[in-house]
């Protein structure tokens, strides 16, 4: 079956360092990738819809200078947390869809601990 | 702007007992529903995928039916076991994109 590799599954990092993480889809090619953020107890929510080969997609109130989205090649999406604060500690999660089987797989998360 | 809720936020059921999650949506104009399972600090693992056109969707023990008109999906868990234990998310998909989730059930069978 498909798989979406997401590395790291969990980091620790000083507050003020840049944290990157990857997305990988390794059996299909994917157009279109999807960065959630998960806080405790709370809904996925959707941060920013990646196009490989163009700029990502924004939901309202996050911050593309903060949190910078490359989606350089049809099976890699990154995530690279910037200046990272307490507060950016969550749980991240990408997708990344399958564009010959319509359907959308998930990675198995970041973890995030800003200290 | 969609939203989805799931009810009740948290069930505990002691084994073997059938079980119902709700779950609610505001915009019918969907694409599909899923619904997930969540282990703690995991990632998704989806268990039923129900398109627009359907009505369920059934896995094993698990049954998920959708009535797209009311908003509304409900999945069945037949003879809950210890390993059912996770959180249930609910999500829903329009125009085919980005899903949109809700906040999940955290279910509890005990043994």
């Known amino acids: 079956g498909a798989v979406v590799s997401q590395h790291p599954s969990r980091v620790i990092c000083k507050s003020g360092t840049s944290v990157k993480i990857e997305c990988r889809s390794l059996?299909?090619?994917?157009?279109?990738m999807f960065w959630y953020r998960q806080f405790p107890k709370q809904s996925l929510m959707l941060m920013a819809t990646?196009?490989?080969?163009?700029?990502?997609?924004?939901e309202q109130g996050v911050e593309k200078d903060k949190f910078l989205i490359n989606h350089a090649s049809l099976t890699l999406s990154t995530l690279t947390v910037t200046s990272a604060h307490p507060e950016d500690s969550s749980f991240y999660i990408c997708?990344?869809?399958?564009?010959?089987?319509?359907?959308?797989?998930f990675g198995s998360g970041t973890q995030l601990s800003v200290l | 702007k969609q939203e989805v809720t799931q009810i009740p936020a948290a069930l505990s059921v002691p084994e073997g007992e059938n079980l119902v999650l709700n779950c609610s949506f505001t915009?019918?104009?969907?694409?599909?529903l899923q619904w997930f399972r969540q282990d703690p600090g995991k990632g998704l693992t989806s268990l039923l995928l129900?398109?627009?056109?359907?009505r369920e969707q059934t896995s094993g023990r698990l049954n998920a039916s959708l009535d797209k008109s009311s908003g509304r999906s409900t999945l069945y868990i037949a003879a809950s076991q210890p390993g059912d234990s996770a959180t249930y998310l609910c999500?829903?998909?329009?125009?085919?994109?980005?899903?949109?989730f809700g906040k999940g059930t955290t279910l509890s069978v005990s043994s």
């Open positions: 997708s990344a869809k399958d564009i010959l089987r319509e359907k959308l797989f």
């Open positions: 059996d299909f090619q994917a157009t279109t």
């Open positions: 990646s196009n490989e080969g163009s700029k990502a997609t924004y």
């Open positions: 915009d019918s104009a969907i694409y599909n």
């Open positions: 129900i398109q627009s056109s359907q």
């Open positions: 999500a829903v998909s329009q125009a085919g994109t980005a899903l949109i």
